[in-house]
Structure formats: structure tokens, C-alpha cells
């Protein structure tokens, strides 16, 4: 599969921003995803990115896009304890070898949120 | 409340005897899979169906069989389990829509003793 690497640990006090990180290896037309995973839940959608884009925001969270770097991240602000939990980031590419439902997910980033 | 439920939550057993994952999704969506989650290797994609009857082998299919029989239903099988299936495993769905990422259930904790 293709390669989607993170930071695995992430620790920011409570009110500050979090930054993390992602990259990803196919240049292929792609969307990208954020998830989050609590302790003892599954993954939700955060958020996603279509490789044409820059950036999206929607309230607390911020994506980036570096395409030319193949480069990802997710900003939250004013972080809070609630945050605290792994983010993965997940890359689909549309490929013509791909049927598109090829998701490859990073190692996740485990944010802790100090109070 | 549109859903993927897995079962059981968590699971003890022995090498060699089998088991089979349950997963089932009321979104009448096409697309299923079957990831494993492991400390510092993130999710790795084992099996995954286009629709009934059609399945295809993730990153690490060994060791494991599925089957799709009914749109809703994607169950795991593990016909002869090893301790290095130890794992946190995640069913998911999707519809297959070109920004839908997949919904996940909350996930089987197997230990193979």
C-alpha cells in the first residue's frame, strides 16, 4: 500500500494550538481525511481535503495542504481535554489502478492535552 | 442511527480454534473492510468487498477468510487463529461517494492465547 507516515505522540496544555503532522507518498488525485479515535471507540470523520485545495477550515480545525510536498496537517485551536485522543490521517487515491475505496491510513498521532 | 456493529466488543481464545467477527451496517452502503490496529503500525487494511459476493485481499489478508453474502454483512473469519492475531480490529462502510470517508464500529479486541 501506499505510505502515510505521522508523528506518533503530540502533547500541548490546554488553550494552546495543535499541530500534527502527515505525509503521504501517491501523487495521484486524491482526497485526503483526518479521523479521530477516542479510547475505546472507533475512528469518526474530522474533516477531509481534496488535493486541488490548500486549505479548509471549519471552526476549531484547520487543514493544510502542501501537494507540491505531499504534505498534510491538522491545526486545532484553543485545544482542549476533549481533544485528547489518536488522529489519523487517511489518504484515497483515485488512481486508474485504484477502485477508489483504498483507503491508507497513517500510524495515527496520540494527542495528549495538558490541563 | 445509522451504524456499523460489530461483535462481540472483546474476545478470548485459543490458537487454532476458530472465530468468526460479526459486522453488519444499516446504511445500505456498498463498500466494507476490515482493518487491524496495532501500537506503531497504525490501521492496516486485511480484506475489503465492492459489493455482494465480490471481496479482494487488503495489505495482510493471511490468516483471515471474509465473505459477503448479504449487502449488510461482512463477517471475519479466523479458521485457525495465531497469537500474532492478537490485535484491535475495525469493521467499516462506506457508500463509495467521492468524499464519503468510511464509517467505523467501535472495534473487537481479540486475544489469541
Known amino acids: 500500500g501506499e505510505d502515510v507516515e505521522q508523528s506518533l505522540f503530540l502533547s500541548v496544555r490546554e488553550g494552546d494550538s495543535s499541530v500534527i503532522n502527515c505525509t503521504y507518498t501517491?501523487?495521484?488525485?486524491?482526497?485526503l481525511y483526518w479521523y479521530k479515535q477516542e479510547p475505546g471507540a472507533g475512528l469518526q470523520l474530522l474533516t477531509y481535503?481534496?488535493?486541488?485545495?490548500d486549505m479548509k477550515q471549519d471552526q476549531r480545525l484547520t487543514v493544510l495542504l502542501n501537494k507540491k510536498d505531499k504534505h498534510l496537517s491538522l491545526r486545532i485551536a484553543d485545544t482542549q481535554t476533549g481533544d485528547s485522543a489518536i488522529y489519523f490521517c487517511a489518504e484515497r487515491s483515485l488512481s486508474v489502478t485504484n477502485t477508489g475505496n483504498q483507503f491508507y491510513f497513517g500510524t495515527g498521532t496520540s494527542l495528549t492535552v495538558i490541563p | 442511527e445509522a451504524q456499523v456493529t460489530q461483535n462481540p466488543r472483546y474476545l478470548i481464545t485459543v490458537t487454532g480454534k476458530k472465530l468468526t467477527v460479526t459486522c453488519s451496517q444499516n446504511m445500505n452502503h456498498e463498500y466494507m473492510s476490515w482493518y487491524r490496529q496495532d501500537p506503531g503500525l497504525g490501521l492496516r487494511q486485511i480484506y475489503y468487498s465492492m459489493n455482494v459476493e465480490v471481496t479482494d485481499k487488503g495489505d495482510v489478508p493471511e490468516g483471515y477468510k471474509v465473505s459477503r453474502k448479504e449487502k449488510r454483512n461482512f463477517p471475519l473469519i479466523l479458521e485457525s487463529p495465531s497469537p500474532n492475531q492478537t490485535s484491535l480490529y475495525f469493521c467499516?462502510?462506506?457508500?463509495?461517494?467521492?468524499?464519503?470517508?468510511?464509517?467505523f464500529g467501535s472495534g473487537t479486541r481479540l486475544t489469541v492465547v
Open positions: 467499516a462502510s462506506s457508500s463509495g461517494g467521492r468524499v464519503e470517508g468510511y464509517t
Open positions: 501517491d501523487s495521484s488525485s486524491t482526497y
Open positions: 481535503i481534496f488535493s486541488n485545495m
